[in-house]
């Protein structure tokens, strides 16, 4: 494998311009508007013929880094993002899944891209590591676990990007409509792909509302038709049955928490043990419990599986919702439930997640289909899914003012 | 001295509500498009009653560290930055000319600014450290020395935004003209402010069709004439006089290299030892050595200080031109001059400098005046004195999508 | 008097450079983003050396023409905005009230401004008429009367820009809240400054849960509490008191009309008979009786003056009060008074007026202090009060495309 | 046909939610980005609860009637841009061509297009202007001859976009380069498509230095070598051959004209004598006589041909070339031929012309295949080919500022 170098960046436009080559084969991916993601701007100068313009500029040399839950899609998006802006890059993928991504760039070859715009490093994250420290990437970008992304903050001063945890919240408001979707959609938040999407409901707030309108029992009853026969549940990839199970416990030793559903292996399967099997699973937390100090750790702790912690709040207890979604450490994606303006405006006033659904339709999941999807709040924080994700992550701000003269006479020159 | 606390950003419109208050008293700041700053952008969505909206949101918990170079601007332009956004801002200024920020305070509190919006912390760096590891803010700003940069980016993971060394380069192009005017700005952009400007010219390329017409006589007659008494050199708050000469001397011991002018300390004053007093002073290395490793890093070593090295090149040598500015560490800003459109469009198309001055006029220092200023090729890099540069510090992307229904029919809903 | 003259369009920047005379002694107009408005953006090009960028550049020789309502603030935010875009300006005001444009002229060069600049034509409207025909400025703005509107338009072949007509409508939605609030607005939208703005609320449709909960009385009482003597009324300077008072009979004429309050002329006064003088006038007009062909015209005839149709409405009856929204011929201000989401999106979604306020705290009346003020669905439809109308009609989009080579090989240059 | 009717706009996210059952069968006019076109912006309000946002709105109803020569792009890219902002839309093409917008459509429809929205009149421009009449359009796009344009100007009161006449005009600076390649660009601008694009050169201003460089002789070359038998000139739609020779003979006999190349007729071929068939001719014209106002007029009359005519001028001649430009009544696309950066600031500083090429690769030609194209300098102006084209003609601008409360105390409610 050839070590990515300390190449010079190109030129926008050239950079572009061989990209190009690809794209004209590579359709599905870009549109007619790649080079308008490398849009700058131009702003009048203080004298004749002075002008400055803002540009986004590309790092050069790059590094991705991205994980097992999304093979296609994660590395696609990002990679031709780096590509776009004008970037040389080095990709790695977590290597259980990594086949997909070498096919990926087998299809860009085939469809002219110059092979020479992207290296691949096969192999355990440790080799990565090893890279990254040599090579010295200009930028990484890291989607994965909180552990990998705060180890490799330090071990780069910071030239990251990273998308990691998310413990994601949804707040039912204090309205209620449209109960049959709203349960759904919960649903579906919480367990679909196993709750392996970054973006899986891990923690519900339901107002006592809901509670009363039968929320719990209609979630339980979606909950418990999933089976691995149709692959509505599945096995966890990063979590092993025990360690799930041995969590569910812990929250439930929490006075006041109960099971609602779920909290037992998935039987009759050949799932192997490093793997996860388990049903989908709620444990329900009474709020003043939960953002008791020796709690808080527990029930926020991100499991990357079918499984989610439930808790009911009052009207008088909404200052306390807000502070739990507010001492929450990282802050990906949010949901407020409601159509009343008023409460969600509140609450988004209060918050700072980085993708936010409100309305009665709100989810946790959905992006990056059709919305940026990122945390906010971090100024390490990636974006991916949309142009301005594309542009935050794999460009930077280049400010090039151009004096081409008249210059004034030399009687005004003073030395100072 | 109250510590900072984690508390919830408030609403972007609440926040810079609050902020009026101060504005209207204290016009010189802003005028009218502080709100904006914030301004958001919104998509239609995918089906009725969906729309996305992009939002450039307040930290909330932030932290400013700013140098001892300019006592004001740079805290002014960064804190007000952190208040127009709507964060909450703790405030650190180079405890030698903290009182300046102390009087900016008071004045903005005479003028009606909140006094809970902003914290001071007078004392020495160490305590700052000690606070910021204890308040883990959510970013921090930070400018001045590389190896507290470094330091600090360590320390908080990469939450950092951060403008540091600068060792600032500028290349006389092969078109000669205008030369009173060219030698005139070199001048000024080495010595202006005794050289103690981030943006302040550390290496010279000139072109050997500059060097022909005279040009490296010019400044030095321009040098000469710098003196104490009219404050065109004055004292060195980093670097003492003998730390500046030890470079000299080391650059001097470089095969070829000769002393065009300065070297030596300067006489008849009262500057106390702990800061530097030297001429100004040019040392000319040949190309080839400079760019040979043993002497690399000592050739581009910054002295924040009246010192400049100048080298000269043919037409052969634009490859090594460029490739030194490649190999330099930091690239803060940078000046191209000429009006040749060919050469200025390969030297941009081959560099990532963040503020470039292109063009017979271009100069390294004139930022923040009116333009961006900042580092490129660093996704740590910070910006000052625009719009653009508030957006990128102070605030993060915050995306939200409202989906205020109507919801799909009960039977087009399935588990997956 | 100089009559205008079909001079190039200077540089922006030239232009702009010279205006920044005038902004360093007048504040108050601009602040430091003058040069911002002429932002332009640039896009990577097809090739090496190519780049296009997309500029608002100013058209050279154009007029404004304003009214006697707005005789600061209408001229000084046009005028400002025409100059800060790089135009030279022939200023035409309402005769009656034109010697206050003589002293913002006399303000402005007292300040610094160039005296050529801008060019005042005092005088009747006629002899202004004959200038523009005679001048050809490459764009007009007006503001003022429909009927002087489109003879404009006709004249120029549609070389203008138009702020005219102002039929202005208010919804109130089901959901009745904050009844003081509301009915103080409706009082403030219909009779401030004795119903002389563009914006002022012409027709009131009221959901019969308000008028259920009190809102014609509340807004009775508000009216009858104006009085000549603390200028709550005053004179009405384009309709006199027999137009308005006729135009009130013929309203009650249709079946069902009443009159709510007012109807009868001031008393007490010395205003001459060339002004009108009338109590604030409010005429309830049932709304299938408005909706008929015969009606509609006189229900939505503009009286510039205290007086408004108020009319009522169920929620079966919303797709008739959209369908009159979307018959009246001219689209300016609106307000929509509901928290309701769902209807807020539903009125916005099937109407097309200009400025619309919506939420519980929605007016007509407002802009431009600041938001944009302007009809939309008119492709003449001028703006005033935001960096966008400035931009709208003091500027056109110019496309620059740079291409500087290198230029392709001979051998691949054929005919077609 | 059915006539077009006065539709409510639909919501902008239900339009193109509509738009998108098309777009995904029809890629190649779209790509990803279309909702993006209808990105709008926020801005924090000035109290809690209230909020700006600056809308791209539909005008509902619109007619596009667009001419000859490009009987597939230009309906195709207008009439796309109409739909994908919301519009309903009325097409109707130069009725020689119709059937391709017929096929257009029908592919539309077989893809998925709703078919209700656009209808299409076959037939005479005639009856395009009866229904014009009758149904009022909100705004109308055409895309044809002056004389037409300036009757719908005038008929509609101005609610128009127009494309019309386009003399176009390239200006070769005094840097002479790359002589082949300018020549083959001067041939292909003048004569590709027998000159019957809208941007194709009219006129060609050409430095002495370039005449003795010998491009005279190298674009003669050229235009002799085209020939009916390979269409490198082919028949004319809109000028008889007659009526091209009568030009031609005015033209020579102003003082010192002379005939370049052609001025004759095609032999050897059946084109009808409606249409004209000459080869490609170049006049020359002195600079000094071709500005007198006798032959002004004439000079700068749109042949749409394969005709320009020549001129040369010297240093001291630029202010009578840049007058010339500046006084042609119209201002479409334009050409500055030079890489010498000061002239080319010159140039753009002092004319309006709205799709400008300049550097050595300058053309009048090119756009809209990846630039806007459009004239500038008329408030009128149309634009084609890139966002902001559809942005400007299909869509208009509608402020709308959500104000959802809470309401300030009654206490502070004052009438005025």
């Known amino acids: 494998m050839r070590l990515i170098q300390r190449v010079a960046p190109k030129s926008i436009a050239q950079a572009l311009g061989e990209v190009r080559v690809t794209r004209k084969f590579f359709e599905n991916f870009s549109g007619d508007q790649v080079r308008f993601l490398a849009r700058g701007f131009t702003n009048p100068g203080d004298h004749l013929g002075q002008m400055s313009s803002g540009n986004r500029w590309p790092y050069g040399p790059v590094a991705l880094i991205t994980p097992f839950n999304f093979p296609l899609e994660i590395p696609a998006l990002q990679l031709m993002g780096a590509l ?169 030793q929490i006075p006041g928490a109960k099971l609602l559903f779920g909290g037992k292996p998935l039987s009759g ?20 419990q939960a953002l008791l100090p020796e709690h808080f750790g527990v029930v926020t702790t991100e499991v990357f599986g079918p499984f989610q912690v439930v808790t009911e709040w009052q009207d008088s207890q909404l200052p306390q919702v807000l502070d739990a979604c507010e001492r929450m450490s990282h802050h990906l994606t949010a949901a407020v439930v409601s159509n009343d303006i008023n409460f969600v405006q509140h609450v988004l006033g209060n918050t700072v997640n ?49 004096d081409f003269g008249p210059v004034p006479p030399a009687a005004s020159l003073v030395q100072s």
């Not at 552990?147 to 998308?163: D, I, M, P, Q």
């Open 84 to 252: 776009y802006m004008g970037n040389k890059a080095l990709l790695h993928v977590d290597q259980r899944v990594s086949v997909v991504a070498e096919q990926l760039l087998r299809l860009l070859h085939h469809c002219g891209a110059p092979p020479t715009d992207v290296d691949l490093l096969h192999g355990p994250g440790t080799t990565m590591a090893d890279v990254i420290k040599a090579a010295e990437p200009r930028s990484t970008l890291f989607t994965g676990s909180q552990r990998v992304a705060e180890w490799l903050a330090v071990e780069t001063h910071g030239k990251v990007f990273l998308e990691d945890a998310g413990f994601d919240w949804k707040i039912l408001g204090p309205d209620v409509r449209d109960l049959d979707y709203v349960a759904w959609q919960c649903d579906q938040d919480a367990y679909a792909c196993s709750g392996q999407k970054c973006s899986a409901q891990s923690i519900l707030f339901a107002h006592s509302n809901w509670v009363t309108a039968g929320l719990l029992d209609r979630i339980t009853d979606l909950a418990t038709r999933r089976k691995l026969a149709n692959l509505t549940v599945g096995p966890v990839l990063s979590w092993t049955t025990k360690s799930i199970l041995d969590h569910t416990k812990r929250l439930l």
């Open 269 to 288: 399967h050949s799932i192997p043990e490093v793997y996860g099997a388990v049903e989908p699973t709620a444990v329900f937390v009474p709020l003043e």
């Open 354 to 402: 980085g993708t936010t659904y409100v309305g009665i339709r709100a989810r946790t999941t959905g992006a990056p289909q059709n919305h940026w999807f990122g945390p906010a709040g971090d100024p390490r924080g990636a974006g991916i899914g949309t142009p301005e994700a594309i542009r935050l992550v794999w460009s930077c701000h280049r400010e090039i003012i151009t």
